[in-house]
């Protein structure tokens, strides 16, 4: 499954850094999703993309910041992490948010680690 | 508001049938069935629709009792390639955001 893909799949980083997160989606799809998965935990919704906007920000700290250029890209850029925000991190997409209910498809994830 | 899945874990021989539950105390416009494997992306199942609309996929099917806002998944004669984690989300109006439950670990073994 190619539909979804993301890099980079690993990423360890310092609590000092700047580092972003890439997905890109080739299934013609007009939303987008980050989502958070930590170890015993829900998938939690981050940030939400309809046609380019942002739709939702689930309450999200501003050490991370969603970038949407276009409906096949989107970026998760990330400052000053703490420990906790160590997880995976899931980019997912799905036809539109509006009007409906529509499956997603998920991304393999990136494997965040802050040290 | 989480939605509750039950059972958490549960481990079965080849062939054998197990039901995955899903529950919600807000009324639900759909729920989401996604399987993820060890490593991997979750997979999408079936969405049900209110209106307590059954379907299937293979030999995995499912139901959503609209009165008692639950969703229920039928994994029949499970093959090995069935062990996952098991993901419900729903869904509480049409556009709104999924909210997913907490997994059940499926375990199929020989």
């Known amino acids: 499954e190619t539909g979804v893909t993301q890099t980079p799949r690993h990423l360890v980083m310092g609590m000092t850094n700047k580092k972003s997160l890439k997905c890109e989606q080739h299934?013609?799809?007009?939303?987008m999703y980050w989502y958070k998965q930590s170890a015993k935990k829900p998938l939690e919704l981050m940030f939400v993309?309809?046609?380019?906007?942002?739709?939702e920000n689930n309450s999200v700290p501003s050490r991370f910041s969603p970038e949407c250029p276009n409906s096949s890209h989107l970026f998760l850029h990330l400052h000053t992490l703490q420990p906790e925000d160590s997880a995976l991190y899931l980019c997912?997409?799905?036809?539109?948010?509006?009007?409906?209910?529509?499956?997603?498809?998920f991304g393999p994830g990136t494997r965040l680690t802050v040290t | 508001q989480q939605p509750v899945q039950s059972p958490q874990a549960v481990i079965l021989r080849e062939g054998e049938d197990a039901v995955i539950n899903c529950s919600s105390s807000?009324?639900?416009?759909?729920v989401h069935w996604y399987r993820q494997k060890h490593g991997e992306a979750p997979v999408f199942l079936m969405i049900?629709?209110?209106?307590?609309e059954q379907k299937g996929h293979e030999k995995i099917s499912a139901s959503f009792n609209e009165k008692k806002q639950q969703s229920s998944l039928y994994l029949t004669a499970s093959q090995l390639s069935y062990s996952g984690t098991y993901f419900c989300?729903?869904?509480?109006?049409?556009?709104?955001?999924?909210?997913f439950g907490e997994g059940t670990q499926l375990t199929v073994n020989p």
């Open positions: 997912a997409s799905s036809q539109r948010t509006s009007g409906g209910s529509y499956e997603q498809y």
């Open positions: 989300g729903t869904q509480e109006t049409s556009g709104s955001r999924l909210t």
């Open positions: 807000k009324a639900l416009y759909s």
């Open positions: 993309y309809n046609f380019k906007e942002q739709t």
């Open positions: 049900l629709l209110k209106g307590g």
């Open positions: 299934l013609g799809h007009n939303a």
